[in-house]
């Protein structure tokens, strides 16, 4: 990847630099950290599902389901607030953890923190894998919760300030690959576990979390902190010297002073949490907020939900969860990858826009054949053909979700604030994602007992809300360096008002808006410096 200029457009400054063999290199190992994510969320389904785990640590759920005297609904199978109390209590970690990772970060570097999430990961793991009773397998998910929330607060920052702007969006997105990375490889080994001989295979699954804690922990040791982690720590001739390094030329007193200025500004506030309420940064405030909220409220968990019930009719057997949930996550990384390449290419906003379209059509399709199959009383049969079309849906879902707001919910919110409230902002991106995926994880499937198939058309109405915000409110970021968005907010047509003149550092241009795109650009707008 090394050689080839470049340069930033659609309302960027041109610097100059390089896409370096290095900065690639940095950026692949700190998105390792979303390993540790991935592999979680794509564990702990597994092995609920493993009757020695229900048995030793949930008995009254083993006993209830081998019960054949109870006949539930379909839609009330799975429903217990314990289990989901086990999954559910590491984004609650998650959540507080992700507020001292917020100090952490800005006080002693990005790079402390992500070795300090997989180090608690790390032990998180250990503690789990080797579980005797209830209490040490919660205070190991409280562990893995604490390491998720410094890593979700770190590695997305880092990406963003380590890359060239023309290609920050493809590297940030690594980082939601390396999730979607783990939740498969996570399925994989539930697969390979539950067939061990014993009953003993939850140890394993659980255990082997500490493989990607390790390469986290080992590989952040030995990276760089950023330029303008280094700018904000008072050490600018170091932070000259890495930029120089990370973008292959010498020439990058243009950039370097864009970071100065932005660093100086930041100094100047004591109380990031108290700036943040403040007017000028109203526009990160409320996308901080929204956006992860709206993530967790597309209705994922919904689609993955019934996956084991449409695999096991179209013919998987017994193993039919577990091999759903390899095939899902496969389609997850190969729209990923999509993601990755067309981020940076066609924008932001084009994906947000056409994944909402497709995850409302796919919804309402889906949560229609539902009802009509199994009706109010969740008793009914899928043919063959009703689930393979069903199955094309959820696939088409996952992967609407993979390309748009899986990966565009973790980048917009770490490139958009500028850094005197960058820290702040990702830790209420990071702690509003964690709080409402600890709510939806508790009462997701209390919720599905009583609403039924009516679930996929009330997500579906979020993902019509949320995609009519984008449309009108998120402009396009695509190739506007880290330091300058401020640039962007001002020139938007509702949150300009907001911005005030001094905000927009740097010399004045002409803002290059795509024409096609009414809602990105106000280009009556002049800016004042």
């Not at 389904?45 to 054949?68: A, C, I, N, R």
């Not at 500004?265 to 700036?275: C, G, L, Q, T, Y």
């Not at 820290?423 to 997701?444: D, E, K, R, Y």
Request: aromatic share 12%; proline share 4%.
């Amino acid at each position: 990847m090394a050689g080839g200029g470049f340069a930033t457009q659609g309302g960027g400054r041109r610097y100059e630099g390089r896409i370096t063999p290095f900065v690639v290199i940095t950026c692949l190992v700190a998105a390792l950290g979303g390993l540790l994510f991935g592999y979680d969320l794509g564990i702990s389904g597994g092995v609920t599902s493993m009757e020695m785990f229900l048995k030793k640590f949930f008995p009254s759920v083993y006993h209830k389901q081998h019960d054949e005297t109870i006949h539930e609904s379909q839609y009330c199978k799975f429903d217990s607030e314990m289990l989901t109390l086990f999954t559910s209590s590491l984004y609650l970690a998650a959540l507080v953890a992700s507020f001292f990772a917020s100090i952490v970060t800005r006080v002693f570097g990005r790079k402390v923190s992500m070795v300090s999430g997989g180090f608690a990961f790390l032990v998180g793991a250990i503690l789990n894998g080797a579980a005797s009773n209830i209490v040490m397998l919660i205070i190991g998910r409280l562990l893995l919760g604490v390491g998720v929330g410094f890593a979700n607060q770190s590695v997305p920052v880092y990406l963003s300030e380590m890359a060239p702007a023309k290609v920050r969006g493809a590297l940030n997105i690594g980082f939601q690959m390396a999730i979607t990375i783990g939740i498969l490889v996570a399925n994989l080994v539930n697969y390979g576990t539950a067939k061990i001989d014993g009953g003993w295979g939850w140890r394993v699954s659980l255990a082997l979390a500490a493989v990607p804690a390790v390469m986290m922990t080992v590989g952040s040791v030995f990276l760089p902190d950023t330029p303008n982690s280094i700018l904000e720590r008072g050490q600018p001739d170091r932070a000259r010297d890495m930029l120089k390094k990370i973008r292959g030329t010498s020439n990058v007193e243009e950039e370097f002073q864009d970071l100065h200025d932005a660093s100086e500004a930041a100094k100047k506030v004591d109380h990031p949490w108290r700036n943040i309420l403040q007017p000028r940064y109203r526009p990160q405030l409320v996308c901080c907020i929204l956006i992860p909220f709206f993530q967790q409220l597309t209705g994922i968990n919904v689609i993955m939900f019934y996956a084991p019930v449409l695999f096991k009719t179209i013919g998987f057997g017994d193993d039919a969860s577990l091999m759903s949930a390899v095939i899902t996550g496969i389609v997850n990384v190969v729209a990923t990858i999509v993601s990755i390449y067309s981020v940076d290419r066609f924008g932001r906003r084009i994906l947000f826009l056409e994944g909402g379209i497709q995850m409302i059509i796919c919804q309402i399709a889906v949560g229609g054949l539902i009802g009509k199959k199994f009706g109010v009383d969740g008793t009914g049969v899928l043919s063959k053909f009703d689930a393979d079309f069903i199955l094309f849906l959820i696939c088409a879902y996952v992967a609407a979700f993979a390309w748009s707001w899986g990966p565009l919910g973790w980048l917009i919110p770490s490139e958009i604030c500028p850094l005197e409230i960058r820290s702040a902002g990702q830790a209420i991106n990071v702690s509003v994602n964690m709080l409402f995926t600890f709510i939806i994880a508790q009462v997701f499937l209390a919720m599905l007992c009583h609403m039924k198939f009516g679930l996929f058309f009330f997500f579906a109405g979020f993902v019509i809300i949320m995609t009519t915000f984008i449309a009108f409110f998120i402009p396009e970021t695509r190739n506007v360096p880290i330091e300058e968005m401020n640039r962007v907010w001002k020139a938007h047509w509702f949150w300009g008002k907001y911005i005030p003149d001094d905000a927009v550092i740097g010399r004045l241009y002409e803002m290059q808006a795509e024409p096609k795109d009414p809602y990105n650009f106000n280009l009556q707008q002049t800016l004042r410096l």
